[in-house]
């Protein structure tokens, strides 16, 4: 298990407990959090984009260059966005932090 903290739009922040294995998106899913992720963690689309605080981009695997090219339909890009479905949870996140964008809930 491992602590995940959502940076909603607006201010609020979001801490849950996130089972290992699981993918950033399903955490939110589970946690209520509306992430669109319109392909249902595929990767074929970019609904399910989030932001990674630069401490933590950095300890993550590199994307993947299909993760990468998807990225590029993503609204509200920054130099540490990631897609939410390639994210999968370690004991060795625990404490991340993940932005997400308002174009990434399904009410935003």
């Known amino acids: 298990m491992a602590r995940v903290t959502f940076l909603l739009p607006g201010g609020e ?20 959090i509306p992430i669109e992720g319109a392909c249902g963690g595929a990767m074929a689309c ?27 339909f993503a ?13 999968r949870v370690t004991e060795e996140l625990d404490g991340l932090v993940v932005a997400v964008p308002p174009t990434t809930l399904i009410d935003g």
């Open 46 to 72: 970019a609904t399910c984009h989030v932001i990674l605080e630069e401490s933590w981009f950095v300890r993550l695997p590199v994307a993947s260059p299909e993760e990468e090219a998807m990225l590029d």
């Open 13 to 32: 922040r979001r801490q849950v407990t996130a089972r290992a294995g699981w993918t950033l998106l399903e955490v939110a899913r589970d946690a209520g």
């Open 75 to 87: 609204e509200s890009l920054a130099p540490t966005s990631r897609l939410g479905c390639q994210i």
